[in-house]
């Protein structure tokens, strides 16, 4: 009003009246920069690729790298710094874009396949990768291969192709039978799928069951927490496994069924269904093969199926005048490091090139994983055969572990020694009880029923092939009743 002496208020205009662009419009811009796109599935999480330095990088849309590294750019760019919200709506945007509109390419994590072709992530700052095919290994700097990488990962050495697989031999405390199985094992860890063994290392204080496991996980997967501890519940093992290639837990002392249960599904491929953080509604599903190192005092492999997947070394213990001092190992370890990795990479391109050939007669339980081993072998210094030969003693000791801690199996197996025999359930669960004590028969873990005992029966089934002992089911007479039969094939090794 003209003449008023009432003060005028001017209102400030919202961001999207100022004079040019909002600045969720110039951040999604600034975005776009990156090249968009999304991982497959319908819960695929939605990437960016940058250019830093002359090489690329690839990191979730909504990680704080690349929010870190829009920021960046857009005070490089316009000279002033984003306000929260247009932050927010344009990290949306630019989500959306890469899952309707982007590209859809497989991410992978250390460990990743493209063409026909394996490859290895170094973890190095110029996000270089190792190829790995039938005709080779070479350093590659410009991948097409996406991987990820999360928090924890460190870098490999650039591998060394003058190196032997001997190089090895003085980091590993394992008997020297057993040396050409743990050789094995890490370059069936170099395969983006598996399935893999899950060697178990056991041994009493002064064994250095813990440093073996470092050696194993330092060349496979380095990370700055190597070791980790018995996960409390399924969400704490799917969050590991998807930010790992490798896991390895340490000085376990036992381990319940669930976690058994799932090392198996981890070991040989599974899916794991659990809730989103911060959310009852949204359910993750994650689906995956992990290599698996476990290290403790006792034998671990106690379930039939965890042991049907693990090959166990018992580790001798080390002589005061032979131990070494950490800082002494590993600065010697760090020197053959180059090395080693480059006689495993060899080995894994000569396996590429031979599996096709391989014809096992007989398959074992990893099938795939002992057709991969008899492939590489030509790589190493042992004779042709060493690796199935190795192979099928541990296994029968293993097995013959797993079934002297269960009283199902040990019964089972005392039947067996004395003869064929065929029944019903029924009758197999009076012959249990006829040898077994009335207090193990109180038991909680006694199967209390025919239908608990042949469920039992059939899970330690191929424990007991492996120790010699057929078990069958099957069906006789005119009212098909359900028989089982026992007997010894043969002498168990």
Request: with cysteine; proline share 6%.
């Amino acid at each position: 009003m003209t003449g008023s002496n009432e003060p005028t208020f001017i209102p400030l205009a919202p961001e999207e009246k100022k004079s040019g662009p909002p600045q969720r419009s110039l951040l999604v811009e600034v975005g776009q920069e990156a090249s968009l796109w999304h991982e497959p599935g319908a819960d695929g999480d939605a990437y960016a690729t940058i250019s830093i330095d002359g090489h690329t990088e690839n990191y979730p849309i909504r990680s704080a790298q690349f929010r870190r590294w829009i920021g960046h750019k857009f005070f490089k760019e316009k000279g002033t710094v984003a306000g929260n919200q247009a932050f927010e709506d344009a990290i949306k945007t630019l989500e959306g874009e890469a899952i309707f509109d982007g590209e859809e390419h497989p991410v992978f994590t250390r460990i990743g396949s493209l063409n026909g072709k394996n490859y290895i992530d170094v973890g190095d700052d110029k996000w270089q990768v190792i190829e790995v095919s039938a005709e080779g290994w070479n350093v590659v700097e410009h991948p097409s291969i996406k991987f990820r990488r999360p928090a924890g990962m460190r870098a490999l050495p650039l591998p060394d192709m003058t190196g032997s697989i001997n190089d090895l031999r003085p980091f590993l405390n394992v008997e020297e039978s057993d040396f050409p199985l743990i050789v094995t094992i890490l370059v069936a860890f170099l395969l983006p799928q598996g399935p893999y063994p899950i060697p178990v290392l056991i041994g009493e204080a002064g064994t250095a069951k813990s440093t073996t496991a470092d050696v194993l996980m330092r060349l496979v997967d380095p990370r700055k927490a190597p070791r980790r501890s018995q996960p409390r519940e399924e969400r704490d093992l799917v969050v590991m496994a998807r930010n790992s290639w490798c896991l390895g837990f340490d000085n376990l002392s036992g381990l319940p069924e669930w976690l058994s249960d799932s090392f198996c599904r981890l070991s040989t491929g599974g899916g794991f269904s659990t809730r989103r953080l911060h959310t009852d509604a949204d359910e993750m599903i994650f689906e995956a093969q992990r290599p698996i190192i476990l290290n403790g005092i006792s034998d671990l492999a106690t379930r039939h199926d965890l042991a049907s997947r693990s090959i166990v070394f018992n580790l001798p213990v080390i002589p005061d005048d032979m131990r070494r001092s950490e800082r002494e190992f590993w600065a010697e370890f760090e020197i053959a490091y180059p090395l080693i990795l480059g006689a495993l990479y060899e080995a894994a391109s000569t396996a590429l090139r031979n599996v096709k050939d391989v014809v096992l007669e007989k398959a074992p339980r990893l099938a795939d994983f002992a057709q991969w081993a008899v492939a590489a072998e030509p790589s190493f210094p042992w004779p042709a055969g060493t690796f199935l030969d190795l192979y099928e003693k541990n296994r029968s000791d293993v097995g013959e572990s797993s079934l002297d801690a269960d009283i199902i199996g040990q019964t089972v197996r005392e039947i067996a020694q004395e003869g064929v025999w065929e029944g019903t359930a029924s009758e197999l669960l009076e012959a249990v009880c006829s040898k077994t004590s009335e207090s193990l028969q109180r038991s909680r873990l006694f199967p209390k029923t025919a239908s608990a005992l042949s469920n039992r029966v059939r899970r330690v089934a191929t424990t007991l092939r492996v120790s010699g002992i057929d078990v069958e089911f099957g069906r006789i007479g005119k009212d098909r009743k359900r028989i089982i039969s026992i007997r010894q094939s043969r002498p168990a090794r």
